[in-house]
Each structure stands twice: as structure tokens, then as C-alpha cells.
């Protein structure tokens, strides 16, 4: 991992941007990063660890809330974007912290970006192109956290001791337990490949150690349900349910297979065999008790066939006694049902006959009704007198009346005439009632001749009104053309109004920011006099403290002073006046460098005070110059623009109406000119309708007027109406008549033929014999019944007695049923007492056969599968020096690290040597005291100088920091040397350096200096002037007060 450039602002001290390019120090190998103290050098460190980590390096004694500059306004933004190298490429990461603006409880949450970037020709960092699978932003926290972590190879702690190295965590890595010293380098050689497989071998050897016991568990199990199979049925048998003999019998069968199953030293057949002889017992058994229970089934079989025949005979005899009885009443009714069947047939032929009998009845009664009703139609007619009243050319209706008496005879010379007169008066009236329509029309046709009189009115004065409106366009179209030319002209002097009111508006913003500059200067006048008062006091103060500690001093010198001896301060021996001690409590040099430094500040303050009241002072000047005018004045002009301005905007508006308008009265013009047109035109085509209808009245009026002569056309319309109706009732009468007359003949015809068919007399009485006889369908079907049943019980009694069965015992004595089933019950009650001995046995015989395949089966499970879990099992044991035979007594991964580790000291030792003298060496220890010697990464430190060895805490400050450094310095050598492992490129050591005294110094310097041979950069953090002198690539931090840290950067 190697860093390419970072940049802050608004983080801890840094207020504004700051950027580093760390590819500056690429060909020195190394940097200085210094700065008086709380200068910001740490925060530099802070910011890194917070670009790739979301935290600050010293974790437990200090708080991410530090990130947040002091010195940001509310809206000054706060971020740290870091450029950095791994194998896979170039990427940027820019995070901001959580933190409160001042005056809300609303935090700004903190957010993260990831992205792939390429490196410019000019330097400058862009994202590549989408198509590369590493393009694709992160923006969550929790993904850019794990894919940084992935990226580096480094979790946030491993990182503070290998990579950077903060105050106060620089021994962290060399002091560290065994244990955690080996999850740090398991991360950084990539060795978790070995964890892995120790924590495979552990998982597969509990999964075959569950498998071999579960199929322990299984033997054992199904050896116990064997035991409890045998010990149901002995229970049954003991009980009497069971007439099984006595089964094999051995004590504890299954504590025995549990005891052999532990080490399975014996075969399968041995370990199994009292459950084999145990099923055979069993089998034998159960082919005993069956072969019982077999016969007594067949002679059970036979004692029930035999009480079945006997039931059998006696159920035939009793039919046959019953039979014989029927037959006997039946031969008593035999008269009886005789006289049901005559009177069934007769009413049967009655049935036949009665449809025309009713309609025959029906016809007559149709035909006189028919006769009642043409002799009230006559009697309806009207006379010939009335009829001519109304119309004198009217038939004579008379002569109807005299042809009535000859209907019977002539009927259709009857019907002919009748259709002629109310034809002749159906036309006439035809006439009368056209004519009769005309005249309800005359009033309406009268009113709709004078509506459209009346409307000839109205199109007139229309005509005359549109034409006065057509005279008044040509007047208002040439007032509002006038109108359109003088506010055209007036709209085009928006721009110029427009650009005055711009000048203007740039005039009074500076007289407004002049007026108010001109409070903020009374204010910082007032500041002046305030820093001065405060200054010549502070300098007074100064001034005292100063006298009286020279006075002081005179004191302290002449009371250690004698006759005879030099003064330290003149030389002289004599000393006539010594200066005497006051009385009152001295000053010392610590007061009075601080009422010196207080008079500094307070001078300071004051020409800080002076440099801005002169800036302001300048300020207003320019602005005032730059309005020109008073602010009264200006707001006048600018109020003036505005209302110009206004004016135009509205003449400009009052422009485009104007022109819209006299597009509007020129298509008004046009339209009213067509209008008059055309409304003259309909005024005469209307004018030639109304004549029209007028003549067309008056010829309808005449014509009416002479067909109703004296009387009026409604009332010769009734009169003619009236007598074509009633001559239609007379016509409707006499068909019916005449049809009724002719459906009486036919229905009395059809009536004599259907009652001389079926035995009747074909006159009235044979009629009134034949509905005498008539049944209802109830009764004759009940009687039908009755008799169908009485044959049917003859028949069936006849038959049934001349059946075989029936014939067969007519000779034969009752048998005894008891006896039959007393010896059927007794022999099935035996059966059924063996069929359940023989089940049991049988199911018995069944489950043992199952059971020992199950205890078979089971048993050669647990050998294979013991037989799979041996190998694995020695291999775990190794693996994660569980067993003696780990010689070591290491685990797998511990071993691998062990090698590396000691790989690690081999390059930390040649640094260490050269920077101690060759007084110590680091040495790899199996136990570092604490339960974890089993990682092999304990630590000891070599004292060649007292040839004993003891542990890193031991070490004095100075000796911490360069053994650390040492052990980093060889940590990184061999990392980078690792294709597989994290390349450290960048390294960074905080503090320490002024612990050493200066030939240390030198042999630490030349064990950085040596690291730019393996393209590594070291950037050393330090306050101590001497590093300075010795690293001319620097990154120096000065602060100021009220402005915060900048950072300067000099490099090769």
C-alpha cells in the first residue's frame, strides 16, 4: 500500500484546504512532518486513519469529535480525501465527519465515497471508465469500510502497527501478546488460508465424531427395542393372552452390544449373535402355533356349513306352510274381483265417449248465444232519414232489416250487401275527415303567417342596425392606429430606462455597504482605544515586574557576597552599598516572562486592531467614490428609474393591445359587410314564403265551406263514423251466427258416431247412460290396481309352490337348529383362539426378522463409519496439537507463522544490532507467559552485554522506540518481499525521536535513510529541531491564532 496524495479542510486545526502530494518524497525515501507542539502534526495521522477507517489513530484516548475544526463557520464544509496505491490500482476515498452546527440539535450525519481513479499527465486524479468492474462508486459506510479493509489487507488496528504508528501505540506490535501478534501477521502474510484448514479439520472431525456417535446411539437403540419387542409378547404370554411355549432367554443382550460396540474388537456375527439364535427360537414357534391354528379353521368351516343347512330347511318349510294359506283366500275373493273388472271396462268405454259428448253441449250453447247477439246489432242500425241528414247521396239502410229474415236461407247475398254500404260510407267519410284535419289546421297555418310577418319586421331592423355599425368602424380603426404609433414610441425607451436603473442600482448598493461599513469602523475605533488602554497597562505591569525583579536579584547576589571576594556582577571586592531584600514577597523570571509575553500579545492586538481599521477606512473610501452621490439622492434616481421603467413596460403592453385591436375591427369590417349581405338576401326569399302561404290558406278555406254547406264538418264526420261502426257490429254478428250454426251440425254428428263405437245408443239416452258410467281417473286406476295385485298374488303363489326348492321338503321332518349351533359356536370360539396365537406369533416372528436386520444394518454403519472418521480424525489431531503426536505441541497455523515470524526478526535484527551497537537481538519464544504459548509468538529481547534475555517491557523509552522501529522496519521488509502478502510502501512514525541521544539518533537515521533502496517512503513525525538538519524533504506546520494551521511542503 502506498499513499499518494491527501487533502483536509475544516479538520482540527486546518481551517482552509490543505493538500500533500506525498509522491514528492518518493525519491528521498523519507520526510519530516514538524511542527511546534498542537501545531496539527497528529492530525495529519488522524485524517489518514480517518480517510481509510472512519476513526481517529489514538482510539481510546481521544474522540472522532476533534475532527470538526474549531475554526469552521457553520457552512464550512468539513473532509478528508485520501489518493492511495494498492495492487489492483489507483483509488480515492473521501469521507466527512459527524458533527452539530452551533445553535442546532440536528447533527450532519457522516457520509464516505469510494471510487477507481487514473492519474492525469497534469496530476490530477478522475474516475476510469464505467466499464471497468472497479468503477462503480460506494457511497454506504459499511461497504466502503469492507472494501477498504480488502483493498489493504488491514483492519484499523493492524494498520496503527504496521503502517502508521501514533503517539503512544509506537511499542504496541512489539509488546503484544502471542495472540494478538498472530492475527496481525496472519492478516498481513495472508496465512488465514492455514486457520481456515485447522478450522475445517476441527469442523469435519465433530461431524464424524456426531456421526460415529449418532450411529452408536442407532445400534444401541435398536438392540434395547429387540430386548423390549421379546419382553411385550413375554408379558402377553405370561398373562395367558399368548399360547406361545417359553422363548430364548439371555440377561443384559443389549449392555453386552453396547460394551463390544465401543471398540467393535469382535465380528458382527459375534457381537449379534444371541438376537440370531434369539429370531430363530421365535421363527420355529411361529410355524408351530400356525399349523394349529389351520386346522382348527377347517373344521369350524364345516360345523358352520352344516348349521346352515339346517336353518336353511326349516326357513323352506315355514314359506311353504305360509304359501299354501294365500292361495286359499285368494280362491274365497275370486267373485269379488269379477265385478271390479266389468265395472273398470265399462267406465273405461264411458271415457272414451265423454270429450264429445261436451263438445257437442258446448256448440249448442255457442250457437244460441251467436243468435242473441244479431238480434240486438239489428236493432242498433240507424235509419236512412238520420243518415241523409248528413249526407243526401247516403244508401238506404232500410232494406238491411229486410234482408235479415232471409239470412238462414241466403246468407252470403245477406253478407254481400251489407260490405257494400259500409263501403260507400267508409269513402265518403274518408273525404270528410281530410277535410275536417284541414280545418283544425286553419288557425295554427294563420298564426305561423303572421310569426314570420312579424320576423320580416325584426330581419329589417337587423339589417339597419348592422349597417349603423358598419358606418362607425372606419372612425374608431383610425383613433386607435394614432393611439398604436405614440405608445409603440414610448415602449422603445425600455432599454435605455433599464440600463439607467442598473447604474443606479450599482450606485446606491455601494452607498448602502459604505453607510454600513461606516458602524462596523465606530466599532472597530472603539476596539483601538480599548487594545491601546489595554496595552499601556499591560506594558506598565510589564515594566514593574521587571524592576522589581532586578531588584530582587541584586538582593539574592549581595547576601551571598563577602569582604574580600569578587562581586560576580562588577568584579570588585569591595561592597559598599549591597543592595538590601524587600519586604513584601518577590517576583520571579516565570511572572515576569509572562507579563512580558501578555505585554507582546497586547501589542500585537493592537497593531492587528490598527491594520484593520486601516483597511476599512480605505474601504469606505472606494465605495463612496464608487457611488458617486449621497444615498438620499441615489434612492431619488433609482425610485425615478423605476417609475420610467414601469411607464414603458405599461405603453409597450398598451402597444400590443392596440395592434391586436385593429386586427379585431378590420375582421369586423368584412364580417359586417357579409352579414348585410346575406340577411338581405334571406329577407326577400322570406318575403316570396309568406305569400305563397297565404294563397294556399284561402284556397283550403273555400273548398271546406262548400262540402259542409249548412252544418258543420265534425258533426256529418260523427254521423258517418257512427253508421259504419254499427253496420261492422252487424256484419260481426251474423258471420258468428252463421259459423256457430255450422259447428252445432258437425260436433252432433261426431257425438252419434263416437257413442254407437263403444256400445252406446246413439241418441240422447245412450248419452246420459254413457255419463252415468263415467269414473273419475282416481277410481279407475285404484280399481285397475286392486285387481292387477290379486292376479299377480295368484300367479306368484301358484309358481313359488311348484318351485324345486318348495317341492323338495314337502316330504321332509324339522331338523333340531340348537344342536347345529351349539357345536358351530364351540369350534369357532377354538379357532379364533389360535388365529390370534398364530397372529401374534406371526407378527412376532416379523418384527424379530426386521429388528436383527435393523441391529445388522445398524452395526455395519457404525463400523464404516468409524472406519471413514480414523483418518480425519489423526489429521485434526495434528493439525491443531491435540494429540502426543504433534511433537511441537502447535497448531498448523501457529507453525506457518512461527516461520515467518522468525523470518521477520531475521530482518529486525541487522537494524536493531546496528542501531544498539550490537548490545541486543531479538528472539522468538514458544511461551510469552500468558495462556496463548500455544501461537509461538512470544518475544524476548537479547542482552549481549548480560547475556541473559528478558521480555520487551523491561526496555527504557528510548530502547522501546528504536527496537519498535527496528521490528516494523524488518515487518515491512518482509511483507513487500511477500507476492502474496500486503506491500507496506508507506510508512509513518510518530514521536519518539527525541528520546534518543545523538549517536542513537545517527544509527536510526541511517536505517531510514537505507529504506529508499526498496522504494519505500518513512515520514518521521517530530518537533525536534535536530531532525530537521538531518531531512530536507519536509512537511512543516505553522499555526497562527484566529487563522489555524497551513501546511508548507519541501521536497526533492
Known amino acids: 500500500m502506498k499513499l499518494r496524495s491527501l487533502t483536509l479542510a475544516g479538520v482540527g486545526p486546518f481551517h482552509h484546504r490543505t493538500h500533500i502530494d506525498f509522491s514528492l518524497f518518493d525519491d528521498s525515501g523519507i520526510f519530516l512532518l514538524s511542527g511546534p507542539t498542537g501545531a496539527g502534526k497528529s492530525t495529519i495521522i488522524d485524517a489518514l486513519t480517518f480517510a481509510l477507517y472512519g476513526g481517529v489513530a489514538r482510539q481510546k484516548d481521544a474522540s472522532k469529535d476533534r475532527l470538526r475544526s474549531t475554526y469552521c463557520e457553520p457552512e464550512d464544509p468539513s473532509y478528508v480525501e485520501l489518493v492511495f496505491e494498492v495492487s489492483s490500482g489507483l483509488y480515492k476515498v473521501k469521507r466527512t465527519p459527524h458533527y452539530v452546527k452551533p445553535g442546532r440539535k440536528t447533527p450532519v450525519n457522516a457520509t464516505v465515497r469510494l471510487m477507481r481513479v487514473t492519474e492525469n499527465d497534469d496530476g490530477t486524479y478522475v474516475p476510469v471508465e464505467s466499464g471497468d468492474s472497479f468503477a462503480v462508486a460506494s457511497r454506504s459506510l459499511g461497504e466502503v469500510d469492507t ?3 480488502s483493498l489493504l489487507g488491514l483492519k484499523k488496528d493492524q494498520f496503527l502497527q504496521t503502517v502508521v504508528l501514533p503517539q503512544g501505540k509506537f511499542a504496541t506490535f512489539l509488546t503484544a501478546r502471542s495472540d494478538d501478534r498472530r492475527e496481525i501477521l496472519q492478516d498481513i502474510f495472508d496465512t488465514s488460508v492455514y ?31 429387540f430386548d423390549q419387542l421379546v419382553a411385550r409378547f413375554e408379558n402377553a404370554r405370561k398373562e395367558k393372552e399368548l399360547l406361545l411355549t417359553d422363548l430364548p432367554d439371555e440377561e443384559l443382550r443389549s449392555d453386552r452390544c453396547t460394551r463390544m460396540s465401543q471398540t467393535l474388537e469382535d465380528t458382527d456375527a459375534t457381537i449379534i449373535s444371541p438376537y440370531v ?22 373344521r369350524e368351516k364345516e360345523a358352520r356349513q352344516e348349521f346352515q343347512e339346517a336353518l336353511t ?22 267373485d269379488d274381483i269379477a265385478a271390479q273388472r266389468a265395472k273398470r271396462d265399462t267406465a273405461q268405454r264411458a271415457a272414451a265417449t265423454i270429450v264429445a259428448l261436451d263438445h257437442a253441449q258446448e256448440a249448442h250453447m255457442s250457437m244460441v248465444k251467436s243468435y242473441e247477439a244479431l238480434e240486438e246489432a239489428a236493432k242498433q242500425l240507424p235509419t236512412t232519414a238520420h243518415l241523409r241528414s248528413a249526407w243526401t247521396h247516403a244508401p238506404d239502410i232500410g232494406v238491411l232489416a229486410k234482408l235479415r229474415a232471409q239470412a238462414d236461407s241466403s246468407p252470403h247475398e245477406t253478407v254481400q250487401s251489407i260490405r257494400h254500404a259500409i263501403e260507400v260510407i267508409s269513402t265518403e267519410r274518408q273525404r270528410i275527415r281530410e277535410l275536417v284535419e284541414c280545418e283544425k289546421g286553419f288557425p295554427d297555418r294563420t ?21 349603423t355599425l358598419l358606418d362607425a368602424i372606419p372612425q374608431r380603426l383610425e383613433d386607435a392606429r394614432n393611439n398604436y404609433t405614440e405608445k409603440t414610441r414610448a415602449g422603445h425607451e425600455i432599454s435605455v430606462w433599464k440600463e439607467r436603473l442598473a447604474t443606479r442600482k450599482k450606485k446606491l448598493a455601494h452607498a448602502k455597504e459604505a453607510a454600513s461599513k461606516r458602524l462596523v469602523l465606530a466599532e472597530a475605533q472603539d476596539a483601538l482605544r480599548a487594545a491601546v488602554d489595554n496595552a499601556q497597562a499591560a506594558g506598565r505591569q510589564a515594566e514593574h515586574a521587571h524592576h ?40 520571579s523570571l516565570d511572572t515576569v516572562r509572562s507579563l512580558d509575553n501578555a505585554r507582546h500579545n497586547a501589542e500585537k492586538e493592537v497593531e492587528e486592531h490598527r ?53 379585431r375591427l378590420q375582421a369586423e369590417h368584412t364580417t359586417l359587410n357579409s352579414e348585410i349581405s346575406r340577411h338581405r338576401e334571406e329577407y326577400a326569399r322570406s318575403s316570396e314564403h309568406v305569400l305563397a302561404l297565404e294563397t294556399e290558406l284561402k284556397a283550403d278555406r273555400d273548398r271546406c265551406e262548400k262540402a259542409a254547406g249548412d252544418s258543420s264538418l265534425s258533426s256529418i264526420d260523427h254521423t258517418l263514423s257512427e253508421a259504419v261502426t254499427k253496420l261492422h257490429a252487424y256484419n260481426d254478428a251474423l258471420n258468428g251466427y252463421s259459423s256457430a250454426v255450422e259447428l252445432e251440425k258437425q260436433a252432433d254428428a261426431t257425438q252419434r258416431k263416437s257413442l254407437e263405437s263403444y256400445g252406446f245408443t246413439p241418441d240422447a239416452a245412450g248419452a246420459k247412460q254413457a255419463r252415468e258410467a263415467c269414473l273419475s281417473p282416481e277410481e279407475i286406476a285404484a280399481l285397475d290396481k286392486a285387481i292387477t295385485s290379486a ?20 316330504s321332509v321332518s324339522r331338523p333340531d337348529s340348537d344342536l347345529y349351533k351349539t357345536t358351530y359356536e364351540q369350534w369357532q370360539e377354538k379357532a379364533e383362539t389360535l388365529t390370534r396365537e398364530a397372529g401374534a406369533a406371526a407378527e412376532l416372528d416379523e418384527n424379530a426378522r426386521q429388528a436383527l436386520t435393523l441391529i445388522t444394518d445398524s452395526l455395519s454403519a457404525l463400523r464404516h463409519t468409524m472406519d471413514e472418521a480414523r483418518p480425519a480424525s489423526r489429521l485434526a489431531a495434528l493439525a491443531t496439537a491435540s494429540s502426543q503426536e504433534n511433537l511441537a505441541d502447535t497448531p498448523l497455523g501457529a507453525w506457518v507463522l512461527m516461520s515467518r515470524f522468525e523470518e521477520v526478526l531475521e530482518a529486525a535484527n541487522p537494524r536493531l544490532q546496528a542501531i544498539s551497537n550490537g548490545r541486543y537481538a531479538l528472539k522468538r519464544t514458544q511461551d510469552d507467559g500468558t495462556r496463548s504459548k500455544k501461537s509461538g509468538l512470544g518475544l524476548l529481547i537479547v542482552d549481549y552485554d548480560t547475556d541473559h534475555e528478558r521480555t520487551p517491557s523491561t526496555l527504557s523509552g528510548g530502547e522501546m522506540f528504536y527496537v519498535s522501529l527496528s521490528l516494523a522496519l524488518g515487518l515491512a521488509d518482509i511483507v513487500t518481499a511477500e507476492s502474496g502478502g500486503v506491500e507496506l510502501h508507506t510508512m509513518f512514525v510518530d514521536e519518539g525521536f527525541g528520546s534518543l541521544d545523538s549517536s542513537t539518533l545517527d544509527m536510526v537515521m541511517d536505517q531510514l535513510m537505507d529504506l529508499r533502496e526498496s522504494g519505500r517512503t518513512v515520514g518521521v513525525i517530530s518537533h525536534v529541531h535536530e531532525m530537521a538538519s538531518r531531512i530536507s524533504d519536509q512537511i512543516t506546520i505553522s499555526w497562527t491564532p484566529k487563522k489555524g494551521s497551513t501546511a508548507c511542503l519541501r521536497g526533492a
Open 147 to 149: 472494501e477498504i479493509v
Open 277 to 298: 439364535e434369539l429370531a430363530d427360537a421365535i421363527h420355529q414357534e411361529a410355524l408351530a402355533v400356525g399349523k394349529r391354528s389351520q386346522d382348527a379353521r377347517t
Open 791 to 810: 292376479d299377480e298374488l295368484v300367479r306368484s303363489t301358484r309358481s313359488r309352490l311348484e318351485s324345486d326348492e318348495i317341492r323338495s321338503v314337502a
Open 447 to 467: 298564426d305561423k303567417i303572421e310569426a314570420l310577418r312579424h320576423s320580416l319586421e325584426e330581419k329589417k331592423q337587423e339589417i339597419s342596425d348592422l349597417a
Open 195 to 225: 486457520q481456515r484448514m485447522e478450522n475445517y479439520l476441527r469442523e469435519l472431525v465433530h461431524h464424524y465424531n456426531t456421526q460415529v456417535s449418532d450411529a452408536r446411539k442407532a445400534f444401541i437403540q435398536q438392540a434395547l427395542s
Open 611 to 663: 491594520g484593520e481599521l486601516s483597511s476599512l477606512t480605505e474601504h469606505i473610501r472606494l465605495l463612496e467614490e464608487q457611488a458617486g452621490a449621497s444615498l438620499d439622492a441615489l434612492t431619488t434616481e433609482y425610485t425615478h428609474c423605476e417609475s420610467q421603467l414601469r411607464a414603458a413596460h405599461t405603453a409597450q403592453e398598451e402597444a400590443q393591445e392596440l395592434a391586436i385591436l385593429i386586427e
Open 548 to 587: 522589581q525583579w532586578l531588584e530582587d536579584s541584586a538582593a539574592a547576589i549581595a547576601s551571598t557576597l563577602s569582604q574580600g571576594d569578587p562581586c560576580p556582577v562588577c568584579g570588585s571586592l569591595d561592597h559598599p552599598s549591597p543592595a538590601e531584600p524587600r519586604s513584601d514577597e518577590g517576583v
Open 313 to 334: 330347511t326349516i326357513k323352506l318349510l315355514d314359506e311353504r306352510q305360509e304359501l299354501t294359506h294365500t292361495l286359499a283366500l285368494c280362491e274365497a275373493e275370486a
